[in-house]
């Protein structure tokens, strides 16, 4: 190993990611229904993420670091690149301005709270839980 590998580390090493969050993928118009559904058992959180923006992997790794609190919701991840119309129907479905990065807490089929950019804080969401 070089000198250079072994203070930068070697390109070809897969880095891994850890997370304290079980996220739900959020890939189809259809989920949004049981989101609402589920919602009026238990509060729901949805993380709307844009792969192409360093402040929403910023956020992301923020909250990711902050939220621990797996039993107390279910948080679904949106790659909203991905899945525009997903988010797309989020706004209009919960009446809230489209964001990149946003976090959104669903209770009782509305949304409650939503955030985005820097007043992402797992703290507040954790106190309208």
Sequence with gaps: M???NSLFGNS???KETT???NWIPLTNLGQLNEIVALS???PVAIFKHSTRC???RFALKQFENQFDSAD???TYFLDLIEYRDVSNEIASRFQVV???PQLLLIKNGQSVYDASHS???AEELKGRM
């Design 2 to 4: 070089s000198i250079f």
């Design 19 to 21: 997370s304290k969050i």
């Design 98 to 100: 489209h964001q990149s």
């Design 119 to 121: 007043d992402i804080d």
């Design 72 to 74: 107390a919701t279910d």
């Design 54 to 56: 360093s402040v929403s």
């Design 40 to 42: 009026n058992e238990k």
């Design 12 to 14: 070809e090493e897969k």
